[in-house]
């Protein structure tokens, strides 16, 4: 029987980069060793990373978002049609300015051989009879909104008069992408989304622009989603996970899910939702009514924000809480986010990080008893 995410207990992707990484990163970006020998330091790095994975009770590996320097835009740098350069201003976290590359398009969005598919590749070889490869790239409502905020809709409307070709565009890549993915052996893929989150905080819908309009961009995002995972292979699983942004420890946004929840969790079509429910920003279980059919919930109950490792019990009582409203049979243990959404990472050592996987594994062997 072929194994398919979620599992019990889940990791969201992205692991802290070892000082070894972000050494060559930097030397190769200085010029001062190939990209050959920048990519033998990634695959020692990866293959050490699984092994740790391994270890530590996960059954879907990844590669940590290694090859990246952020979780989304190295996605997006894979389509024709995208430039991106070194940012000024970044965008602003709360607590401090997430200095990531600026990225907009050049010319119609096309998708050829995308690398992400070769790293996907190199992650297969360690699958056994225990052990799946899991993919992560951003939603397809994260292309388009990066797209469409103010600082890229003039560029983009160059090439894309309306949002629904725009829309058409996107998901044909996406489907170009996830097709050559799944010839080469992936069945589980995870669209990381921040888009929801940025929609359920208090006025960010602004970061639309001054017109935009809630109802219409929630109609939007969830567009742009079905249609790229439409006509799937039925063997290929496809989760998403849904954030309000995490880097170096500081967040995007905050607010419940409930001003999303009939349109996020009642009408995409994906298998689970791994969750944000670390703190207080993030609400609380009552919009996980709207979950639909027989989908699955992944509750992000321990946080990669803090070093602080979470108590046992109070961590089992809010999975408990959780099963009021979705049965426990389909749900599921992960931390909110990743330890890495961007090269550098959150503020906590790497033997937190798996003191923090390990309580994972501990937690759902005690609750699900797998």
């Keep these: 029987m072929a194994l398919k995410t979620p599992f019990r207990c889940e990791s969201v992707g992205s692991f802290l980069r070892p000082e070894k990484l972000k050494k060559a990163r930097k030397d190769y970006e200085n010029g001062t060793i190939s990209a050959e020998q920048l990519k033998a330091v990634e695959d020692e790095c990866i293959t050490d990373l699984i092994a740790k994975q391994k270890a530590a009770g996960l059954h879907a590996i990844t590669d940590g978002e290694f090859r990246r320097a952020t979780w989304h835009l190295d996605f997006m740098w894979g389509f024709d049609g995208v430039a991106h350069k070194k940012t000024k201003n970044g965008v602003q976290f709360h607590g401090e300015p997430a200095l990531i590359d600026d990225t907009w398009l050049t010319g119609k969005i096309s998708a050829g051989n995308h690398p992400f598919v070769e790293h996907f590749k190199f992650v297969k070889q360690f699958e056994d009879e225990s052990h799946i490869a899991k993919q992560t790239i951003p939603a397809p409502a994260q292309f388009f909104q990066q797209m469409i905020i103010p600082a890229n809709i003039e560029a983009t409307r160059k090439f894309y008069p309306t949002d629904d070709e725009l829309i058409n565009d996107i998901a044909a890549g996406y489907k170009k992408v996830i097709k050559d993915l799944y010839d080469a052996g992936c069945r589980n893929i995870q669209l990381d989304d921040c888009t929801w989150g940025v929609l359920v905080a208090e006025n960010s819908v602004i970061r639309y622009g001054a017109d935009a309009d809630f109802a219409t961009i929630a109609q939007m995002l969830l567009k742009v989603n079905n249609l790229a995972i439409e006509g799937k292979p039925d063997d290929l699983v496809i989760n998403t996970h849904v954030c309000r942004g995490n880097y170096h420890s500081a967040y995007f946004s905050s607010g419940a899910y409930d001003p999303v929840a009939e349109v996020l969790f009642g009408k995409e079509n994906v298998n689970a939702y791994y969750l944000e429910f670390d703190d207080e920003r993030s609400g609380g279980f009552e919009p ?66 798996w003191a923090k996987i390990r309580l994972l594994n501990k937690i759902a062997k005690e609750v699900w008893g797998e």
């Design 288 to 353: 996980l009514k709207f979950v639909s059919g027989d989908k699955k919930v992944v509750l992000g109950l321990i946080t990669t924000k803090s070093p602080v490792l979470e108590d046992k019990q109070t961590v089992i009582d809010r999975i408990r809480k959780a099963a009021e409203i979705i049965p426990l049979e389909r749900l599921y243990l992960s931390p909110q986010c990743g330890f890495a959404s961007c090269e550098i990472g959150n503020k906590l050592t790497e033997e937190q990080q």
